[in-house]
């Protein structure tokens, strides 16, 4: 009876303090990071020899059911080469959409003039421009404004608004069967219908600032950072459940997850350390720790497969990793300083798009060679831009990441 009263005491209390906690503001989080777990997925901190914690799904050799099989199972990113739109797409028009984060607005621009066509209002504070798994629709997150915001890419318009808790980030799970709202602030990840985007089932997660999340190869499983804690959180994807937290060194703040053409390693961006870690994506365990530069924050894969672009805000420049040698290669900086942030790919790979978050402008960079194309000015505060279309046969979310 002692046993069964202390461990319902245990379960019972970290209950308590994953939904009694309150974080009043989108960039304020707790002076340390707590020591939080749930029944079933104990913490384990980086550079712990065994982890304990429940295999992901990157080594099961069935997918989540009804997910499109895998063309390639070396890259999981095959699909998504130079110049294969699918036939949902190649219609419409290459755009590149904005969201201006303080100011409630959209700017869509012209890749090849590098000028702006339109801007539109939307909600309170937009995030980022994320394309639904069908490919037809693009979501604008209304992270303040409790709402998400559809845009027609046939057209480039406005078009339906609906209402979603705290909708810091957005993404789709393997199958298309449901739409995750990232909601950071509730520390949740809310479970969707993709279409109608009708809560389903709310899943709270033990640790501060959730914000970014990628899939296994499998699609059984979702890796998510959680910034304001410095952890790494695994979720079963079909059962909805949390199995596993990861805590980070102090200090870490990580941000994009981005999983390798291979399916073998999660990275993970983290702005608190200036760099990248490499996570084992079959067992919870760190393999290793890049560093790129300040503030290292978005992470995008080239069309080749070859490097992952990461963004160091802090210091206004992209460093490419070598998938192959998992080695920083180079270092591209922005002339006269920057701040980039979130972004994407141009469909052919030529041109890499990322917002200037504190400098109220876009920087188009030419992936050859890293030279500075383009420096657009938009509105303030722009985050998460989305290039439309991207090659691919579905989207997982974020910012247009395609399979």
């Given amino acids: 009876m002692r046993r069964r009263f202390s461990a319902l005491a245990v379960v019972l209390a970290v209950v308590l303090a994953v939904a009694g906690c309150t974080m009043p503001g989108r960039r304020q ?12 997925a104990p913490t384990t901190t980086a550079g712990t020899a065994r982890a304990t914690l429940a295999r992901p799904g990157a080594g099961s050799t069935r997918g989540l059911p009804g997910m499109p099989a895998v063309p390639d199972p070396g890259d ?18 290459a755009r590149v959409y904005v969201p201006d984060s303080r100011d409630d607005t959209v700017d869509v621009l012209d890749p090849r003039t590098f000028r702006r066509l339109a801007r539109f209002r939307v909600g309170r504070q937009p995030q980022h421009v994320t394309p639904s798994w069908d490919l037809r629709t693009l979501w604008v997150g209304n992270n303040q404004g409790n709402s998400l915001t559809a845009i027609d890419p046939a057209t480039g ?23 995750i709202v990232v909601a950071e602030r509730l520390r949740r990840l809310d479970f969707h219908d993709p279409h109608t985007m009708r809560l389903r089932h709310s899943l709270p997660v033990p640790c ?5 999340l990628d899939f296994s190869a499998d699609g059984r499983s979702l890796l998510a950072s959680c910034e304001f804690s410095g952890h790494l959180v695994w979720v079963d994807v079909a059962a909805e459940r949390v199995t596993g937290l990861l805590r980070l060194r102090a200090g870490a703040m ?7 053409p291979d399916g073998g390693v999660y990275y993970v961006a983290d702005m608190g350390s200036g760099g990248v870690w490499i996570i084992d994506a079959a067992r919870p365990r760190v393999l290793g720790f890049l560093p790129t530069g300040r503030g290292a924050h978005g992470l995008y894969v080239s069309r080749d497969d070859r490097y992952l672009y990461v963004s160091n805000r802090g210091e206004g420049s992209i460093s490419l990793v070598s998938f192959a040698t998992r080695k920083v290669v180079a270092t591209w900086r922005i002339p006269g300083g920057g701040s980039p942030d979130m972004g994407g790919i141009s469909a052919d790979g030529g041109v890499l798009w990322l917002t200037g978050r504190y400098n109220g402008e876009v920087y188009a960079l030419d992936t050859g060679s890293g030279r500075l194309l383009a420096r657009i000015p938009v509105g303030r505060g722009p985050h998460g831009l989305c290039v439309y279309p991207q090659p691919g046969r579905y989207s997982l979310g974020h910012t247009g990441v395609l399979r």
């Fill in 29 to 40: 989080g707790p002076s340390r990071p707590p020591s939080l777990g749930v029944s079933g």
């Fill in 76 to 93: 999981v990113y095959a699909a998504a080469r130079p110049g294969r739109l699918s036939p949902v797409v190649r219609g419409f028009p």
């Fill in 157 to 179: 318009r406005r078009g339906r608004t609906v209402p979603v808790a705290d909708p810091y980030n957005l993404y789709f799970t393997p199958d298309g069967h449901r739409a």
């Fill in 208 to 212: 501060f600032g959730v914000n970014h």
């Fill in 254 to 260: 990580p941000q994009d997850v981005k999983l390798a």
